[in-house]
């Protein structure tokens, strides 16, 4: 343990009062079927990712405990589920879109009142910048009022009769059934909500289960989604995952997994479901974005989109730089501004103003970095960076390592840390290379101010990766662009208007194009 690192933790005093941690809470509550009940079984604890100095020693800080369902429990939430969507009869499902919208719009207000103690609650959970945690909550509200314009928009163009070869008809946006939804870590109330959401939007009912990490925030939840919603439309479960979870798989009664994390967990548990064909799999997965800096880059704002999109809550984001190709000409320029500002970037607490390393949300994640750095050493690469790989507790510095081969873990893992691997080369077959044998192929970024010189990675890349980013760096955003992957990256798009695809189903109404068919259809209208 570093200990310069370690005195980074804060002793209890030295906590602002406005961000000091609640006292330990005993979250015994769940949401079936339209109630919220108590659980008197076991618990699983909840320990924050940030410590307290006692002393010589961390000690990380115990937040409280949650329910630790067992898979009775989960089968009876999944048939409430089923009960509700009654075979697309239900109460939910029977709604028009617009009346869905106007109850998830009442779902949104009443979260809204509660924003302080949400972001408060996630940044002792997930450790995340507390200015982040602001951000991503207005991000989640402002994507699910998107997708709410979406999905009215598709029912006015439902209303609209189509003709053509002597036939008239309507086409509208049906449920799927069952919906199974498990956010991530690193967003887990924008990336779990943005799943729950259109889900809910297109009539499907949901059955929730938050992160392992970022868990407890979800009981300011609870009586908001069982006063907004009819009963069994939306239930949380809690627990662990394999045992409330693979149950539901296992009895085929779920109709969409909708699901971001990694592809062996994906496939494990499309895997389970006896009915395969049937599932609608909305996949976010992994990736191992790279960033392609040429000869004639601007080495100034490539360093910047570096920094940005390598360091960003210390990497732990999908749509993050993660290997960084740079030509040997202008290797040395590079690494030299980079190397500066990732020695400025300020670590510290959450709560501080301009920190931008704070604790690994995940703890473990520390001895898995450190795993990647030294095997990087042993095959050559150095650490350019002052004090770079040093930790403590759930603090790992940014490590900027040079030069890195394909020999090394770090060059084909996805690190989803502050681990920033530079190769250099001397032909752009090179990069190319590692795109193409990635298993990964969300994104890409490329640096550069000649058209010659862009122009085939740009078009090489096109078949490997879902989006390249010229002279910027790997983002999700803005929602007017598809947010998807290739290979093992994503399945499916999960933009505002992509994503209600995803949950629903398309059907029609036909008939002759006759006064009596025409008049039939428009009295089947919604």
């Given amino acids: 343990m570093d200990r310069e690192l370690a005195g980074v933790f804060p002793e209890e005093s030295e906590i602002p009062a406005a961000f000091r941690p609640a006292a330990p809470t005993k979250f015994r509550d769940y949401l079936a079927d339209g109630e919220i009940r108590i659980w008197r079984g076991s618990s699983l604890p909840v320990l924050s990712p940030i410590s307290l100095r006692r002393g010589e020693r961390l000690e990380r800080v115990r937040l409280g405990s949650y329910p630790a369902l067992t898979s009775r429990e989960s089968l009876r939430i999944l048939e409430a589920a089923g009960r509700a969507f009654g075979q697309g009869r239900g109460e939910w499902p029977a709604l028009s879109i617009g009346r869905r ?8 207000g009443r979260i809204a009142a509660k924003k302080k103690e949400i972001c408060r609650t996630l940044m002792w959970e997930i450790a995340k910048p507390y200015a982040e945690l602001e951000d991503e909550f207005e991000r989640t509200v402002d994507f699910l009022g998107q997708v709410l314009d979406a999905a009215r928009a598709r029912e006015r163009a439902s209303a609209k009769l189509r003709r053509d070869k002597g036939i008239v008809g309507v086409v509208r946006d049906e449920p799927l059934g069952v919906a ?38 979800f009981r300011h939840f609870l009586e908001d989604l069982r ?37 062996r967990t994906a496939n494990h548990l499309m895997g389970l479901h006896p009915h395969k064909n049937r599932l609608q799999a909305v996949l976010g997965l992994g990736a191992k974005n790279a960033a392609v800096i040429l000869a004639d880059a601007d080495i100034e704002v490539a360093v910047k989109e570096s920094l940005l999109g390598a360091l960003a809550f210390n990497g732990q984001r999908c749509a993050a730089l993660k290997i960084f190709f740079v030509h040997e000409r202008i290797a040395a ?27 690994l949300a995940d703890a473990e994640r520390v001895a898995y970095l450190d795993g990647l750095v030294l095997d990087a050493r042993r095959r050559g690469a150095r650490i350019l960076n002052d004090k770079g790989g040093a930790h403590a507790g759930s603090l790992f510095r940014p490590t900027l390592l040079y030069p890195v081969n394909r020999l090394m873990r770090v060059f084909h893992e996805e690190q989803f840390g502050p681990v920033l691997p530079v190769v250099p080369f001397g032909r752009i077959e090179e990069p190319l290379d590692f795109l193409r044998c990635s298993p990964y192929g969300q994104q890409l970024s490329v640096f550069g101010r000649d058209q010659s010189g862009l122009r085939p990675i740009l078009e090489a890349a096109r078949t490997q990766v879902a989006r390249i980013n010229v002279n910027a760096k790997c983002q999700r955003g803005p929602d007017i662009f598809p947010f998807t992957g290739r290979k093992d990256s994503a399945k499916g798009d999960f933009s505002r208007a992509g994503i209600l695809d995803l949950v629903s189903a398309r059907s029609v109404i036909a008939a002759r194009e006759t006064a009596r068919g025409e008049s039939l259809i428009r009295s089947l209208k919604p």
Avoid: H, Q
């Fill in 101 to 108: 919208a106007a109850a998830f719009e009442k779902f949104l």
């Fill in 180 to 217: 199974r939804c498990l956010g991530p870590y690193n967003y887990p109330l924008f990336e779990t909500m943005s799943l729950v959401g259109p889900a809910l939007i297109m009539g499907n009912t949901v059955v929730v289960k938050p992160p392992r990490f970022g868990v407890l925030f």
């Fill in 227 to 263: 006063d907004c919603f009819p009963a069994g439309a939306v239930n949380v479960v809690f627990g662990d995952g394999p045992t409330v979870v693979e149950p539901l798989m296992k009895s085929g009664r779920v109709d969409i997994l909708a699901f971001i994390g990694t592809s």
């Fill in 333 to 359: 320029d590079y690494l030299g501004a980079l190397k500066k500002g990732v020695e400025r970037i300020r670590v510290g607490m959450p709560w501080m103003k301009g920190v931008r390393t704070t604790p």
